[in-house]
């Protein structure tokens, strides 16, 4: 029996074949998968490469001209906040049907994505993409931000946006890694479940005041680990596994006898 | 007669050969010797340990004291942590060290032959209770108590009475005015304006587009005398639905204002803030216990442990287009209680 | 000791012996046996956790303002600076932020309590399975259930009086749940908060409650409970040597003052560690309590879970008569069913006590097993604590594990009444199988795994049977037997009084006690060596170990029911 054929039979050989078959398939599809969806044509401005995108991407749910289908609602008058919204937090193009539209990676890329808003925002009037200044945390008041928060959005998102559950499995997503534009983006648009806070209701300064508070919980908390802040479950999960399961172990040490 | 069913999965042989009929106690198994008594290195090694928990223990304890003046909370999040974790580990390591020194030293130092001591029955002798009843006897024939009837409920009526005298005031005074019917009433009246929370601002109706939420409280709220108590049962949430999607009762056509409806922010099952509102299914879900209304259909139950709908507050419109109430809830808002439909 | 110190020691003795007769009490108690078993130490976990929330208590006192009248707080924490609140709140963030080790103390002080209720549900566990609630025991039994109320109390009352939202919206369902009882309900709401909710008395009266008259009472109990323990002695589980009338284990001076006085500082130290690496009660991040403000997550600590998911479960039902309102959707999950459970657990040792008619003292635990229906029982009623436990958690559990709660409410309505009746059932066979298993190990001994063939070409495996120990560790125990009553009928005829309910009795004892499995008798087990093959054995070759011919075979190969046994099932005749 010649050195390879000995090998064959070695007890990790299944294991080393699995190995290499896994690692040869995930070449193979990182070599051949499709690339992110690349614009059909370049257009001259903006509106015309959304359009294309548009149809391209969006229409098959949303209608040729966004006037909206049986599968979508009408995006006339969401303005381009919506779009940057959904598009950036790669809720939209929606993958399958559900209770929600999570949010996955992004589809496209900041270009695309603004093409996309221009497009929509040229179908009618709606909300536009917030400036750098109005989203800017550093500008708001934490304590007015905090006031609002819990008024308007702890609820569903949670007293420190680790998000929460609505009705029929839906949720309302948790904060931890949302930017401060689709923050203000979601504020003013409402998309899906959440309500919308026009600039009525939580004016442009209340808004970039929540965005404060919301960006001062990233600090973490004074206390230890925050056990992802979910409250009293699981600080009494962690009771039960980590404080009676190191009690416990002691008293077993304790109880034995000594060799 | 009972059924007493005996175990048959062994046949024991007729032949009555002499077996005692139950099992009998071994004793006590004998002593296994540890190594710390077979081997005096290992005694050692083992009070060398012992002796090393002490002093991490005191290690523990400096750490904290230098932890306690050198690393103040501060004023940041990592510095309030920091001075948490340092002062904790110290106090763990000072603590734990010396109960685990204790166990150590207990099991492998200290002589751990298992000893017996004998029970006695807790009951007492014939002859203690004999003697107890005898001297309860005496001393009820001392008492002169006796057959006197009129003396021991004289007695028994004065001592059951006299606790009156702390449990009146006590229960009396706690409960306050004891005004059950302000629960029946809110501060909504005619006129006031709808505002918003915290801020306190009016709110114009052509502010409430279709799919927002308004939380709501009365205008005034901060310049009672008790804000908080008014506020919990005076809290609103304001919505509005494309006219098309909601269904109203008949006697109350008028409560709404061109698709915007106010309804009652306490929930009906136990009076947490129903505060979440899901806009693509105009459903209100309370945190608490999931009880959800639907706004579009008089806030009636759809889910959940609540049984009534949340009572609406009539709006409408004043002359400068801000929001105001026709009038008080037309019933008790919040949870059920006995005398609430009287 | 040195002789300065020993002669220092004398003379405090000889003091102290001629005032208080001291001596008779050292002699006592200096070297009483307590027996040894780890979870004999459960209970001091809750004694020791409820001494650390006394200690860090005290810290806590000495900032904490228990009133709700208003001020503004200036701080540190930027997210409240400015905000009006409550002077309990805002004491409880100065003594989280400014005040040095005042966060950890406060983190000391709420893992402790946490720690204190899940030691006591594990230390109750370890009693009722155990029995040792049996008497003389039953009094103690009702001492510890009470203490187990009073920690719920004293928890509720205690994570309340920060006066955030939270705790806030705790309260104001137990306003709701309080306005629910018919006739006094509304009354009973003005008692509690002194008027209408919220009020401004409540953070005061809570706080007397949680300081003085709740740690007072549990202190008092604590000392009867002990002083029980201690007169009575301590059970101690089956074993050789251990009977019902001696107790076998360790003197208390100086082997349980090591062990139990260091568990003391292992239960200190380990409630430190978890207050210096793990957050809990971040009141700061849920504000002052409004009534307005709820958040995601709204939940009581853990050992109130049972009421929230009772209450998120009940559907919506209630009734009015004649005008009143009487809403069985609170009053059912907030008084019914804990009532039930609570009265179940509390009443169980006088159950089990009528079922078995068994008047002697016990001090030898029961294993588990051999006790199938109280086991079953047990885990009954934790499945059902359980599923409330999980129904309270219903939104986390939907939004961790992407469910709809809807489904979760509705599977765990159907779980509520399935669960508890699919525990006992499996709980009670497995019981029976393992004392089944018990006895043929017993008859049989321990398989060893070598396999020997006979020339006649038989093959059996080699069993080693049990050593005394061994042995008597698995037939010391009565298999109690359903109660025979008197007849119906008297000699003469006559109907005697008393006949129903003495039926009523029997039923239950058979539903105790009819499905048992016996322990081995000697007789049993020497018919089951008499079936061995110690004959085939004795000619076999002596090429295999020295063992073969120490160890009989002992039944005479493996355990099927092919050799003409029939099994072992106790239904079989």
């Known amino acids: 029996m010649n050195a390879l054929a000995a090998r064959r039979h070695h007890r990790f050989a299944p294991i080393v074949l699995l190995l290499l078959a896994l690692i040869g398939t995930g070449s193979v599809y990182a070599a051949l998968a499709p690339s992110r969806a690349t614009a059909a044509a370049p257009s001259a401005n903006d509106v015309g490469a959304g359009q294309n995108l548009f149809r391209a991407n969006c229409a098959t749910c949303h209608g040729m001209s966004g006037q909206g289908t049986k599968s979508g609602p009408s995006l006339i008058g969401v303005g381009a906040a919506a779009v940057d919204f959904q598009v950036s937090t790669g809720r939209m193009p929606l993958a399958a049907s559900g209770p929600q539209a999570p949010a996955k990676p992004p589809q496209f890329d900041a270009q695309q994505t603004a093409q996309l808003a221009a497009y929509v925002a040229s179908l009618g009037p709606g909300p536009a993409v917030p400036t750098g200044a109005q989203v800017d945390a550093s500008k708001g008041d934490v304590a007015n931000g905090m006031a609002l928060f819990r008024t308007n959005c702890a609820m569903c998102h949670n007293a420190v946006g680790a998000g929460g559950a609505l009705s029929g499995g839906k949720y309302a997503p948790s904060l931890w890694s949302s930017s401060s534009r689709t923050i203000y983006e979601a504020m003013l648009t409402g998309p899906q479940s959440m309500p919308v806070f026009n600039n009525a209701n939580l004016t442009p300064v209340e808004k970039r005041d929540v965005i404060a508070y919301i960006e001062a919980q990233r600090a973490g908390s004074p206390g230890g680990a925050d056990l992802g802040s979910l409250g009293p479950v699981s600080e009494g999960l962690w009771t039960w596994v980590v404080g009676m399961g190191l009690l416990i172990g002691c008293a077993v040490w304790i109880g034995a006898k000594s060799s | 007669m009972s059924k007493n069913k005996q175990s048959r999965d062994v046949s024991v042989p007729d032949d009555g050969a002499d077996v005692p009929a139950r099992f009998t106690d071994p004793g006590h198994p004998e002593y296994r010797p540890r190594q710390s008594d077979l081997d005096p290195a290992a005694d050692k090694r083992a009070e060398r340990q012992v002796v090393a928990l002490f002093g991490l223990s005191v290690l523990g304890t400096v750490g904290f004291l230098v932890a306690y003046f050198a690393v103040p909370p501060g004023n940041t999040v990592a510095s309030m942590r920091l001075s948490n974790l340092l002062l904790g580990l110290g106090l763990f390591l000072a603590m734990f060290s010396i109960g685990a020194a204790a166990v150590h030293w207990s099991k492998s130092l200290m002589n751990v032959h298992e000893r017996s001591e004998d029970r006695h029955p807790l009951r007492s002798s014939d002859q203690t209770r004999a003697a107890a009843v005898e001297m309860l006897r005496e001393g009820a024939t001392d008492s002169a108590l006796g057959r006197r009837a009129v003396l021991k409920g004289a007695m028994v009526s004065a001592l059951v009475l006299a606790p009156l005298t702390v449990a009146v005031p006590l229960i009396g005074n706690v409960g306050a005015d004891w005004n059950v019917s302000k629960l029946k009433h809110t501060m909504w009246r005619k006129g006031t304006k709808l505002t918003i929370d915290p801020s306190g601002r009016p709110i114009k109706a052509a502010d409430v587009t279709v799919g927002s939420l308004f939380h709501v409280i009365p205008d005034g709220l901060d310049k009672t005398a008790h804000p908080l108590d008014e506020k919990a049962k005076a809290i609103v949430l304001l919505v509005r639905l494309d006219p098309r999607d909601l269904t109203e009762a008949a006697d109350r056509k008028g409560w709404s204002y061109q698709g915007i409806v106010a309804y009652s922010k306490v929930c009906t099952h136990v009076g947490c803030p129903v505060a979440l509102y899901e806009q693509q299914t105009h459903h209100l879900l309370c945190p608490c216990h999931q009880s959800t209304f639907d706004v579009a259909d008089g806030a009636k139950v759809v889910f959940g442990p609540a049984k009534r709908p949340l009572p609406q507050l009539p709006i409408e419109v004043d002359a400068d287009g801000y929001l105001i109430a026709q009038s008080d809830f037309h019933e008790p808002v919040g949870p059920t209680f006995w005398e609430r439909l009287k | ?573």
Request: hydrophobic residues 45%.
């Open chain 3, 1 to 573: 000791m040195t002789t300065a110190a020993s002669r220092g020691a004398a003379a405090t003795a000889d003091y102290l012996d001629q005032r208080t007769g001291v001596g008779v009490a050292v002699k006592g108690l200096a070297r009483k046996i307590f027996p040894d078993h780890w979870s004999f130490l459960l209970g001091e976990i809750a004694l020791y956790s409820f001494i650390v929330l006394l200690i860090s208590g005290v810290f806590l006192t000495m900032f904490f303002v228990p009133s709700m009248a208003e001020t503004t707080y200036h701080g540190p924490w930027a997210a409240l600076n400015g905000v009006p609140m409550s002077q309990a709140f805002a004491s409880t963030l100065r003594l989280s932020f400014e005040v040095r080790g005042g966060l950890l103390m406060r983190q000391v002080h709420h893992w402790a309590a946490l720690l204190f209720m899940a030691a006591i549900i594990t230390h109750m566990m370890r009693v009722f399975f155990t029995g040792a609630f049996r008497k003389p025991r039953e009094l103690n039994w009702l001492v510890g259930f009470t203490m187990m109320l009073l920690g719920l109390v004293a928890g509720l009352t205690g994570y309340s009086l920060p006066d955030d939202v939270l705790s806030g919206n705790g309260m104001r369902i137990t306003d709701g749940v309080a306005s629910s009882i018919p006739i006094i309900g509304s009354y009973l709401s003005y008692f509690i908060f002194g008027g209408e909710f919220p009020g401004s008395e409540l953070v005061p009266r809570l706080f007397t409650l949680h300081v003085l008259l709740i740690p007072g009472l549990i202190l008092a109990l604590i000392g009867a409970h002990l002083f029980l323990v201690f007169l009575q002695k301590h059970t101690q589980y089956p074993g050789s040597g251990r009977t019902d009338k001696n107790v076998v284990g360790y003197p208390m001076f100086p082997i349980y003052v090591a062990k139990a006085g260091g568990f003391f500082f292992i239960v200190f130290g380990v409630i430190a560690l978890l207050a210096a690496t793990m957050t809990v009660n971040p009141v700061w991040n849920y504000g002052p309590f409004d009534p307005a403000v709820v958040s995601a997550g709204a939940q009581p600590d853990w050992y109130m879970l049972f009421l929230e998911g009772s209450l998120r479960l009940m559907p919506g039902w209630e009734i009015v008569i004649a005008g009143f309102s009487i809403p069985l959707n609170v009053l059912i999950p907030a008084m019914v069913v804990p009532g039930v459970l609570f009265t179940a657990l509390a009443l169980y040792p006088f159950i089990e006590a009528l079922a078995t008619g068994d008047e002697r003292e016990h001090h030898v635990l029961n294993r588990p097993r051999n006790v199938p229906t109280r086991t079953a029982t047990g885990v009954s009623i934790l499945t059902a604590f359980i599923i409330l436990i999980v129904a309270g958690s219903n939104d986390l559990l939907a939004t961790r594990f992407h469910l709809s709660i809807n489904d979760i409410t509705w599977t765990l309505r159907v779980l509520l009444f399935l669960g508890p009746w699919f525990a006992f059932w499996i709980t009670k066979r497995m019981c029976l199988g393992l004392q089944r298993k018990d006895r043929e190990l017993v008859l049989h001994g321990h398989e060893t795994g070598r396999v020997v063939r006979f020339a006649h070409g038989e093959y059996i495996e080699v069993h080693r049977p049990l050593d005394d120990h061994e042995r008597w560790l698995r037939v010391n125990y009565d298999a109690h037997v359903p109660l025979a009553i008197a007849p119906e009928h008297d000699s003469r005829g006559v109907r005697r009084k008393g006949y129903r309910r003495d039926v009523l009795r029997q039923r239950l004892s058979r539903a105790f006690y009819e499905d048992r499995v016996e322990p081995v008798t000697p007789a049993q087990l020497a018919a089951a060596h008499a079936h061995g093959e110690h004959d085939a054995l004795a000619s076999a070759e002596p090429t295999t170990a020295p063992s073969l011919e120490r160890a009989p075979a002992g039944g005479g190969g493996d355990l099927t029911t092919r050799e003409g046994h029939p099994s072992n099932d106790a239904r079989n005749q």
